[in-house]
């Protein structure tokens, strides 16, 4: 089997936070603690996946966070045009994950079935539950639907020769992470499976929940997936770029080759 590629692309940043927003039960909670937002490719000679779509100017905008790159912009780097781009791997709906699905219109969907459901259920009646969630890009994701551009999988799927999808929830109903065979082993994108390092090392959850207990087992899936646990990429720590080679540009880490340093235990 011919390896994958993996490209981390950093697209927005999130620094005025502490410790509190990153973990339930922590004794530092008022420490600073960075988060950075990334869209991730997967390139195999012509083939091209992206996994999650970031979020475009006008969504933070709304939210009042901004973004450093457009994810067009912040593509452009690796020679990809969003139009061209035929498959989207969508880890959870939330914003930040999927509010680029407009920028990639000719792209086949592939999530959960139980997310779409959460984020079109009842559940939205709640506006703790709500809030990650915009409508506008659950409309999308329904448009889409309607256009014959969703796959739906229900648990443990291929998407392609060295790309499988796993259901993990916890975080939202259908959150799924990403296995990739790489030249490193088999990898995985945790996306918000695990936001940093520290969630699934040290069995530490996320304040964003909707299953505590769906959230913990997934610390444990990941590490079964994963060649080694040096191979699991958490969806939002700065560490990664720190651990990982650079890329092709300064906002593009690559992530294939394995880690550069010591990964933190």
Same mark, same amino acid.
């Given at each position: ?14 620094? =005025? ?9 922590? @004794? ?12 991730? &490719?997967?390139?195999?000679g012509d083939e091209v996946i992206v996994v999650d779509t970031g979020y475009d100017t006008a969504e933070a905008t709304a939210r009042g966070r ?28 939330? $914003? ?15 999530? /959960? ?5 959460f984020a079109t259920g009842p559940c939205m009646c709640h506006d703790a539950l709500r809030m990650p969630f915009s409508a506008d890009h659950i409309?999308?994701? &329904? ?14 799927? /291929? ?9 993990? %929830? ?5 959150? /799924?992470?990403?296995?990739? /065979? ?7 994108? =945790? ?5 940093? $390092? ?10 964003? &929940? &909707? @299953?505590?207990?769906?959230?913990? =087992? ?28 650079? %890329? ?8 294939d080759p394995g880690p550069q340093g010591q990964v933190p235990t």
């Open positions: 089997m011919t390896p994958w590629e993996i490209h981390a692309v950093k697209y927005a940043d999130r620094n =005025a936070r502490t410790r509190a927003d990153s973990f339930l039960f922590d @004794d530092n909670h008022d420490a600073p603690h960075a988060m950075d937002y990334y869209i991730w &490719v997967l390139r195999r901004p973004i450093c790159l457009e994810p067009a912009e912040a593509l452009a780097p690796l020679g990809i045009a969003p139009h061209d781009v035929t498959t989207v791997i969508v880890t959870h709906l939330h $914003y930040d994950h999927a509010g680029g699905l407009h920028l990639f219109p000719n792209a086949t969907l592939h999530m /959960q079935a139980a997310e779409m459901a409309c999308e994701a &329904v448009k889409r639907l309607y256009s014959g551009k969703v796959i739906f999988h229900d648990g443990d799927a /291929q998407v392609a020769d060295g790309v499988t999808v796993h259901c993990i %929830g916890g975080h939202s109903r259908g959150l /799924q992470c990403v296995r990739v /065979q790489t030249q490193s082993g088999w990898m995985v994108l =945790a996306s918000d499976a695990a936001h940093y $390092y520290e969630n699934f090392m040290k069995q530490k959850p996320f304040p964003i &929940v &909707v @299953d505590l207990e769906d959230m913990m =087992a997934g610390f444990a899936t990941l590490k079964r997936l994963a060649t080694a646990p040096e191979l699991i990429i958490p969806g939002h720590d700065p560490l990664v770029r720190r651990l990982f080679p650079s %890329g092709v540009a300064p906002h593009i880490t690559r992530l």
